[in-house]
């Protein structure tokens, strides 16, 4: 991912960044000049935490799908993209993944899966 595609991203969202005062949420978008010294690493922490483990999708293991509902959570937010992954499981779309939403994702074909939710 180049560095101004993550730099626009991160600016865009509420972000945890290592060091801040109460070590957790800033509250606020990140600046310029927080997003440019954080290492690649660290952006990817974030973005991990934002939008896979943070929306619920650690358990989808098909990599299309999973790119594409990240893809989803960071463009849309992170609840409309759960919203459209219950949507085609079937379930209620509530934009929470609790337990209905990891059973049908667990007796699911993520391959197909992915087709019905671009669909």
Avoid: N
Avoid at 29 to 48: C, D, F, K, N, S
Avoid at 65 to 79: E, F, I, N, R, T
Avoid at 93 to 111: C, E, F, M, N, S
Wanted: aromatic letters at 4%.
């Amino acid at each position: 991912m180049s560095r101004d595609l993550l730099a626009g991203s991160l600016r865009c969202s509420m972000m945890r960044l290592p060091g801040s005062a109460s070590g957790g949420m800033l509250g606020r978008p990140a600046t310029a000049a927080e997003v440019q010294v954080l290492t690649e690493t660290e952006a990817r922490a974030i973005y991990r935490q934002q939008y896979i483990t943070g929306s619920g999708f650690e358990a989808i293991r098909h990599p299309a799908l999973l790119h594409l509902l990240v893809d989803a959570a960071v463009h849309s937010g992170p609840k409309r993209s759960v919203q459209w992954l219950q949507t085609a499981l079937g379930v209620t779309a509530d934009g929470v993944i609790g337990p209905k939403t990891r059973a049908a994702l667990a007796a699911a074909d993520q391959g197909v899966l992915y087709g019905k939710v671009l669909g």
